[in-house]
């Protein structure tokens, strides 16, 4: 596993995941920290990753296969370290479509159909195709 020194980790993991889908392997190891566990979780929860594990410092994700394809086809970064989006729930809801974002708001790390349920909006990390 590869330790080096980060500036946006969440940004890594999330490109490492997609790396992961496109090349059709099954599992990713990452440094644990505790946005990262949480953005697995969600993705989890969506249904995009199959297990999430954590030993240790270390984090071991599986990808979600359906007809021997990964289920996330793209994944693009919304936010960045030197330029933060936010979407309000408005926005939020009149997004539809084949993806979900990935949204840091006040209740943590949730899907936007769970940001539209909680009537939340949030930084917007990244958007997922599956």
Known sequence: MNNTFLNYSV??????????????????????????????????????????????????VSLAFK??????????LISKP???????????EKKKGPSTYIISSPKGIISSKEAVKARVGGEVIAK???
Do not use: C
């Not at 993991?13 to 920290?33: D, H, P, S, V, W």
């Open 82 to 92: 030197g330029l933060r989006i936010y979407m309000g729930i408005s926005e939020i």
């Open 11 to 60: 940004g890594d993991f999330l490109i490492r995941i997609k790396n992961t889908a496109m090349a059709g392997n099954k599992t990713l190891e990452y440094k644990a920290q505790k946005q990262i566990v949480a953005i697995a979780e969600e993705l989890k929860k969506i249904g995009l990753l199959d297990t999430v594990k954590k030993e240790k410092e270390v984090l071991i």
């Open 128 to 130: 997922i195709w599956y």
């Open 67 to 76: 007809n021997k394809k990964p289920v996330i086809m793209d994944i693009k």
